[in-house]
């Protein structure tokens, strides 16, 4: 085989002895200028052979088990290797409907590279896969060559998937390769979900998903956009138009707020209404119509990846101070390092062990300055977590005149509050078997954020590919 | 008697009160139970306590169905939001991509907590008569007057403010521990316009200073004292373990002294709590100054009946005592503030031990 | 989809559309709205479905010219096709045969009004509406509600058309007339609020439906959202109607002013461009 060959040409010692690549990014001057510019530019064919050749393609790949989708990991890279990037893009496409994005978003040092040889047996830097992944999938693209997946032979049979998000997508990716007639309902006028709406341009953009999305439309998956499961039509009424499987994939979009004083004065928004207004609506430019609000001195309010993504959204928008504040420590913020990391090249500010209390505005009713609280952090508690606890007598006060709130989302219940049968938990996610990811209604599945709360974009494709497995076995039963 | 669970007991308690139901209570020709508590009219002075008994409308509808003057309800705890918060934290698995989900969900998890309680507060406000009181417990001093203000809103009639700060944190002196109580209650009584009372522990090295610096504080109420669970430890299964849910008999002594010590001292009402289980301490209560008394364990033991009965019996006991009012008795045994009671029980102490060898 | 097949002026500010939408003419119910877009560069933006067809498979919408996207709505013509369009949002008005109604629609707000009073009018209620706007030329769709109402009153700021005074003033004219057991009022904010005031004085039950801003309309990003009962609500998934009594109208006037200068300044480019 060729991948024995492959291994035989280069010893692993040698192997062992090439460093880790390191991904070229965009000076921190320059990219703080533009929104739309990614900060990591992407490896060149030299380097990303180099580091495939890194891969010492295991016997027992610990690497694929890390990953939610299964990617044949070893195959992608080795055909990396051999410089035969388009077999790579071709296998990468086997599992992943969106390598483009996966290799951009995934936080590859929880996933796979975590399971490494590399990381696990030899305390080295794991092999880049990512980046890897990302160069397989932008050489495609770039090539103009489009390698559209092999599908079975239609069988006619309609199938329904509600929202068009990373979750919907992968489902309706293996769906239309097993032969189902599947078509793809998004409320909104763009589709992608959160890869449009949510994810900025400087980290993933919309051209890059609109490529993936072709790519989909190509195998036979058909987009509606502008309409509503169970308001536009109701599920009585797609069951009526012939559909006998529905993917519920409608996402966690309903914003948290914090219900503190003062948090509904103008120029406090939730971080899904600002990401909305910049990435979806294109505000940060005249040219589109909608308008979002600018600030000199902005804080956004959480540590997660939607707080990095807000606060240097606000940089780029013109932000003299762009202000994170957390109320635990640097080290548990759940945003990924990489973020964080790019995040403070770009000069935005790190406020931690800070807690909002109260919000004041000016005569117009628009924000101007902020009360925070010092906290500290005490003992454990039942989740092992130290607990952030307010150091009395700590109270000062911020001049700000933008806030973001990024404290969290939850799933939205336009879906469930159509369907009373539906299973949910407290939290409105969506009830289903962990492993067939069919909910209590039997013809219904869910995955992704609807069903685990606010997650990934490869955990939703994981749910996604499992979900499709189970109705295809559910339906072909019947 | 062992109470196999807490839970358990509300039902059994509705069922007996049900079965037994005594006839409501007549006010008798002259006697007149009325009373003013926190500044609002009681018909008695005899209030069911904050417990996990008062925390439903149907609950609620019974007891005042069974005569008392006025009801507080469960305490709202800002521990319990935390506690539930961890909780859920606890259960993310290995992969803990729901970091960012749950990373501040202990603001929704307040949110619902407090949505349920200005809930049950407001219906409560709707269909009962008698005056509602609030009670809420925090840790945190701004929660404290972001509670209370939801709770005003909502209807309540006053505000028992549940505070217990353990002096485990050894390392704060009792001059910060008991301060955190007195900014407390001005941050609150700023904020809402309702009268406010704060329920104690005896636990405080200088209990009579702190009784009378907090009833001349912004509060119109004094409720002694806190109940709480005791640790005891299990030796067959080597733990740590919770006892004393219920009060004893005996434990009403240690209120029925301080509010007899204290009532010609402070600027406040006196509520006195624990260990209230008979018409008998009830009298007692009063005859010592206190102005209301509140029930609690006694309502789960022998159901809400128990309230119709120490109506029945104080009345009783009233005009065989040719009272009228509770005015007339109220503190006719209170310390008056010329007697210094540790000299007095000094000389008690000295006379029946003083000759044993 | 989305052509529209329909346009009328009621003034130069004031114009009917009627659009091709059959999904969106089926499942709409009075008091739903619909979000829509014109252009590729067009921001996103609430309008209430004052009627509909189910048969023709058409919807009505009322639209005043107010800023951009309402100037760019208005300037398609008759066959042409609105980008995007999307409904029916929001929750449908409660209506139940009460007794007597009074519906006050101040402006453009009797666009929305107009599904509300035939509902209830439906419903056997007595319908008593009033309809009123600064001048005459502001006055909307009054045939159309004199068909849905037991009686109708006009008011004008300037007495240029029907009765000279604000429309509070004759709200209170009828309420001590005769008993009302439910009002709703529809219209600018500021005329919302003192009708609600007003109707709160007669402890009369009342809905407001509110005009906040929104993007996505589907209850994803919190912008419409304002105070009622002391409790945060989305006017996109938990109205657009509320208990007028419980809306803090205050707030929601602050927030309705948060894009003031972005609107003049996407206004000025527009006209320079036209």
């Known amino acids: ?478 | 008697m062992q109470w196999a669970t807490v839970e358990k007991l509300p039902k059994a308690c509705i069922t007996f009160y049900r079965k037994n139901r005594f006839t409501k209570t007549t006010n008798l020709k002259m006697t007149n139970l009325n009373i003013k508590y926190l500044g609002l009219d009681l018909k008695n002075p005899i209030i069911a306590g904050s417990s996990g008994l008062t925390n439903s409308i149907e609950h609620l509808k019974a007891i005042e169905e069974a005569g008392a003057g006025a009801v507080v309800l469960k305490s709202i705890f800002e521990e319990e939001i935390y506690l539930e918060f961890a909780h859920e934290f606890s259960k993310l698995g290995p992969m803990d991509n729901n970091l960012e989900f749950l990373d501040y969900y202990d603001y929704q998890i307040r949110k619902d907590n407090l949505k349920n309680y200005l809930a049950l507060i407001s219906e409560a406000r709707k269909e009962l008569s008698i005056p509602v009181i609030a009670s809420i417990n925090c840790i945190t001093a701004q929660e404290w007057g972001f509670f209370a203000r939801k709770v005003e809103d909502a209807g309540a009639d006053a505000i028992e403010l549940n505070m217990f700060i353990l002096p485990t944190n050894l390392s704060q002196t009792n001059h910060d521990n008991e301060s955190m109580y007195f900014d407390i209650i001005s941050r609150i009584a700023s904020k809402i316009k309702i009268p406010l009372a704060i329920k104690i522990s005896p636990y405080f090295s200088n209990l009579g200073g702190i009784i009378r610096d907090l009833s001349f504080s912004e509060i119109k109420g004094l409720v002694l004292f806190n109940k709480f669970y005791s640790p005891d430890v299990d030796i067959n299964h080597q733990k740590i373990i919770s006892s004393d849910v219920l009060s004893h008999d005996s434990d009403y002594k240690l209120t029925l002294r301080w509010i007899g010590m204290m009532a010609n001292r402070v600027n406040s009402d006196l509520s006195a709590s624990t260990g209230i289980h008979d018409w008998q301490t009830v009298v007692k209560m009063l005859l010592v100054g206190a102005t209301t008394v509140q029930v609690v364990s006694a309502l789960y033991r022998g159901g809400f009946s128990v309230i119709t009965d120490m109506i029945n019996n104080l009345e009783k006991w009233m005009v065989a005592n040719g009272y009228d009012s509770i005015g007339d008795f109220r503190g006719k045994l209170s310390m008056d503030n010329s007697t210094n009671l540790a000299e007095f029980e000094r000389v008690q102490f000295m006379r029946n031990f003083g000759e044993h060898k | 989809m989305n052509r529209i097949i329909g346009k009328e002026y009621f003034s130069d500010k004031v114009v009917k559309l009627v659009v091709e939408n059959p999904l969106i003419a089926r499942s709409r119910k009075p008091g739903n709205f619909v979000i829509l877009r014109v252009g590729e560069d067009g921001e996103r933006f609430p309008l209430t479905i004052a009627g509909a067809d189910p048969v023709l498979g058409t919807i009505t919408l009322v639209v005043q010219i107010m800023g951009v996207s309402s100037s760019k709505l208005v300037a398609l013509e008759v066959g042409e096709n609105i980008t995007d369009l999307v409904g029916p949002l929001g929750k449908p008005t409660h209506i139940e045969h009460i007794g007597t109604v009074l519906a006050a629609g101040g402006g453009v707000g009797v666009a929305p009004m107009l599904p509300i009073a035939e509902a209830f009018k439906k419903a056997g209620n007595r319908v008593i509406s009033i309809i009123a706007a600064r001048n005459k030329d502001l006055i909307i769709l009054e045939e159309e509600i004199r068909r849905w109402s037991d009686e109708v009153i006009v008011m004008t700021d300037d007495g240029s058309y029907g009765r000279k005074g604000l429309i509070t003033a004759g709200m209170e004219e009828i309420i001590k007339r005769e008993k009302i057991d439910e009002c709703i009022v529809i219209g600018p904010a500021i005329m919302m609020k003192f009708a609600s005031i007003l109707t709160k004085k007669y402890n009369i039950p009342t809905q407001a439906s509110l005009n906040s801003i929104m993007v996505d309309g589907t209850g994803m990003c919190g912008a419409c959202r304002v105070t009622v009962g002391g409790r945060t609500k989305f006017t996109c998934v938990d109205g657009p109607e509320f208990d007028a009594h419980q809306v803090d109208f205050d707030e929601m006037l602050i927030r309705l002013g948060g894009y003031i200068q972005e609107e003049k300044r996407a206004a000025e480019i527009y006209s320079q461009k036209l």
Not at chain 1, 118 to 123: F, G, I, N, Q, S
Not at chain 1, 142 to 153: F, L, M, R
Not at chain 1, 372 to 378: D, E, H, I, P
């Open chain 1, 1 to 478: 085989m060729w991948r024995a060959e492959l291994r035989a040409k280069t010893k692993n010692k040698d192997r062992m002895l090439i460093q880790r690549v390191k991904m070229p990014e965009l000076a921190p001057g320059i990219r703080v200028k533009h929104q739309d510019r990614e900060v990591n530019i992407g490896l060149n064919p030299d380097q990303a052979q180099t580091e495939a050749t890194r891969c010492m393609d295991c016997s027992n790949p610990t690497c694929i088990e890390g990953c939610p989708v299964s990617i044949n990991i070893p195959k992608f890279i080795k055909n990396i290797e051999n410089g035969e990037i388009l077999k790579a893009a071709a296998t990468l496409k086997e599992t992943n409907a969106l390598p483009a994005v996966c290799g951009r978003v995934c936080p590859q040092e929880k996933q796979c590279e975590l399971r490494c040889f590399y990381v696990e047996k030899l305390d080295k830097p794991a092999v880049a896969i990512g980046h890897l992944e990302r160069f397989a999938a932008d050489f495609e693209r770039n090539s103009g060559v489009s390698n559209i997946p092999e599908t079975e032979k239609p069988n006619g049979i309609k199938i329904a998937a509600v929202g068009s998000g990373p979750a919907s997508l992968s489902f309706a990716g293996d769906m239309v390769k097993y032969g189902y007639d599947v078509t793809v309902f998004e409320a909104l006028h763009e589709i992608g979900g959160v890869l449009k709406y949510g994810i900025p341009e400087f980290r993933l953009p919309n051209s890059v998903v609109d490529f993936e999305l072709e790519n989909l439309r190509q195998m036979g998956v058909k987009f509606i956009t502008n309409f509503i499961v169970g308001r536009t039509s109701s599920f009585d009424d797609l069951h009526n138009d012939g559909y006998k499987g529905f993917f519920i994939g409608s996402g966690a979009g309903l914003p948290r707020f914090m219900d503190i004083p003062g948090e509904n004065f103008n120029a406090i928004l939730s971080s899904n209404e600002y990401l909305t207004r910049v990435n979806l609506m294109g505000a940060a430019t005249d040219k589109k119509d909608t308008p979002v609000l600018r600030g000199k001195n902005v804080a956004v309010i959480g540590g997660g990846n939607t707080a990095m993504d807000s606060v240097r959204t606000a940089l780029r928008l013109g932000a003299e101070r762009a202000i994170i504040i957390y109320r635990r420590s640097e080290a548990e913020m759940p945003a990924r390092i990489e973020e964080v990391q790019h995040a403070k090249e770009e000069g935005v500010e790190f406020m931690t062990l800070c807690n909002p209390l109260e919000y004041f505005a000016d005569g117009k009713g628009r924000v101007r300055r902020m009360r925070l609280n010092r906290m500290g952090l005490g003992e454990p508690d039942s989740s092992g977590r130290r607990r952030p606890l307010p150091i009395e007598g700590s109270e000062f006060e911020l001049d700000v005149d933008l806030v973001i709130v990024a404290v969290g989302v939850s799933p939205n219940p336009l879906v469930p509050a159509c369907l009373p049968d539906l299973k949910v938990t407290k939290w409105g996610t969506i009830v289903v078997d962990e492993e067939k990811m069919q909910s209590s209604i039997s013809e219904m599945f869910a995955g992704g954020d609807i069903v685990r709360g606010g997650a990934t974009v490869i955990l939703a494709m994981g749910d996604g590919r499992k979900a499709a497995e189970s109705m295809h076995h559910f339906l072909q039963k019947k």
